[in-house]
């Protein structure tokens, strides 16, 4: 016990924290038909940083490109505005089922490099109304959402659902009416087809509408549902499961070790890609 304390104090005094750098961490998302790409290339806090937490350190003498078989090699330029490197898709579209390349040099810094397909949106997915049930001043119905996934390969995705609703309150003088949107499910955790089996998922959800509320008199008609699905790819999946596992385990003292992977080279972080399906249900489709 005294052994392992002494060589720990040691230790800590033979190393020059000023000497370590924290590492650098690079993230990026693409996806089809986005408007500007944008690259986060930034530093991880060393053991002697002084700065407050949630801020970043922006590199800001990085050279960064973007290429694929289509458009070339394209250099990022840096945005002071958001600290980002930054381009208009203009010059570089993204695509589906293409492979983008990134390199960011940063002097007295080994290249850092990274590819990913941007993978095909995925459509196959719907919503249908299962029960209702009737209050005194409201009314609940409740859905299933569902994905109907593709066999042989392993896909990813990750649903969000709103419903919209009319609002119409009636005083003695005025007539107000407004469209309400909420929430029938948040981002849902990530679902993984691992098996590949092409099976369907399903997910749960409801909704409470109100009838009236006092003092006002006011009615409430639902009109239609939105679900948004995003289709995954592999690392992006992969990197997101981490940090949900990480965010599941926060507090718990037996939680496994989460190790956050990365698709770069001499970095960590991310270079993602994903595509988006958003679909409109009119509610007399769901009766």
Same mark, same amino acid.
């Given at each position: 016990s005294f052994f392992h304390l002494s060589s720990c104090t040691k230790f800590e005094e033979e190393i020059n924290v000023d000497d370590l750098p924290g590492p650098v961490v690079v993230n990026s998302f693409l996806y089809p038909s986005m408007q500007s790409v944008k690259v986060y290339v930034h530093r991880a806090y060393s053991l002697n940083d002084q700065i407050p937490r949630g801020l970043i350190i922006p590199v800001i003498d990085a050279v960064v490109h973007i290429?694929?078989?289509?458009?070339?090699?394209?250099?990022?330029?840096?945005?002071?505005?958001?600290?980002?490197?930054?381009?208009?898709?203009?010059?570089?579209? /993204?695509?589906?089922?293409?492979?983008?390349?990134?390199?960011?040099?940063?002097?007295?810094h080994p290249l850092i490099e990274s590819a990913v397909i941007v993978p095909?949106?995925? *459509?196959?997915?719907?919503?249908?109304?299962?029960?209702?049930?009737?209050? *005194?001043?409201?009314?609940?119905?409740?859905?299933?959402?569902?994905?109907?996934?593709?066999?042989? /390969? $392993?896909?990813?995705? $990750?649903?969000?659902?709103?419903?919209? /609703?009319?609002?119409?309150? /009636?005083?003695?003088?005025?007539? *107000?009416?407004?469209?309400?949107?909420?929430?029938?499910?948040?981002?849902?955790?990530?679902?993984?087809? $691992? !098996?590949r089996d092409g099976q369907t998922f399903h997910k749960n959800a409801y909704c409470s509408v109100y009838d009236q509320v006092y003092p006002f008199h006011c009615k409430y008609t639902p009109l239609s549902i939105n679900l948004k699905l995003i289709h995954l790819e592999g690392f992006t999946y992969n990197y997101l499961k981490a940090l949900e596992d990480f965010d599941i385990s926060l507090g718990d003292p037996f939680a496994q070790?989460?190790?956050?992977?990365? !698709?770069?080279?001499n970095a960590q972080g991310i270079f993602g890609a994903y595509a988006a399906v958003e679909k409109t249900f009119s509610w007399g489709e769901l009766k």
């Open positions: 290429s694929n078989s289509q458009s070339g090699e394209v250099r990022l330029m840096y945005n002071e505005n958001d600290s980002t490197y930054t381009i208009d898709t203009n010059h570089l579209p /993204i695509i589906a089922g293409e492979l983008y390349s990134l390199s960011i040099a940063i002097p007295d095909f949106p995925f *459509e196959n997915f719907g919503i249908i109304k299962t029960d209702s049930s009737i209050g *005194e001043y409201f009314r609940e119905y409740f859905f299933n959402t569902f994905i109907n996934d593709s066999a042989g /390969i $392993q896909n990813n995705y $990750q649903l969000f659902g709103t419903v919209a /609703i009319e609002e119409v309150c /009636i005083t003695d003088s005025t007539t *107000e009416q407004n469209i309400i949107n909420n929430t029938i499910f948040d981002y849902s955790s990530l679902i993984s087809d $691992q !098996n070790y989460v190790i956050v992977p990365t !698709n770069l080279t």
